[in-house]
Nanobody
Framework: VQLQASGGGSVQPGGSLTLSCVAS????????VAWFRQAPGKKRDWISC???????DYRNYVRGRFAVSRDNAERTVYLRMSGLKPEDTAVYFC?????????????????WGQGTLVTVSS
């Protein structure tokens, strides 16, 4: 049972990246899946989530630039990021929760991916 996050990399400001979070060993449709990020020297923050019913939630500072989606058949949740800014530079993590709704508290998420680094720089 694990999550595998991937898709990070280096991009110039204004660019785009798509992160993937692949679940192994369990059915993704039974979980809400959130994306968190941790910038250098800062705490890890919740930024987006796909609920079990596929409704989406976003932190205000990424709303309109980031889009979360899921493909339960592929056991994958995506985070499409556009209009990237230097302040989006962080390690991005995906995590699952058995709650039907999305919550921001880390302790409510029971399984975490290993993180993937996104660097936005000119």
């Amino acid at each position: 049972v694990q999550l595998q996050a991937s898709g990070g990399g280096s991009v110039q400001p204004g660019g785009s990246l798509t992160l993937s979070c692949v679940a192994s060993g369990f059915a993704l449709e039974n979980y809400s899946v959130a994306w968190f990020r941790q910038a250098p020297g800062k705490k890890r923050d919740w930024i987006s989530c796909s609920r079990q019913n596929d409704e989406k939630d976003y932190r205000n500072y990424v709303r309109g630039r980031f889009a979360v989606s899921r493909d339960n058949a592929e056991r994958t949740v995506y985070l499409r990021m556009s209009g990237l800014k230097p302040e989006d530079t962080a390690v991005y993590f995906c995590a699952t929760s058995t709650l039907e709704l999305c919550v921001v508290e880390e302790e409510m998420y029971n399984l975490w991916g290993q993180g993937t680094l996104v660097t936005v720089s000119s």
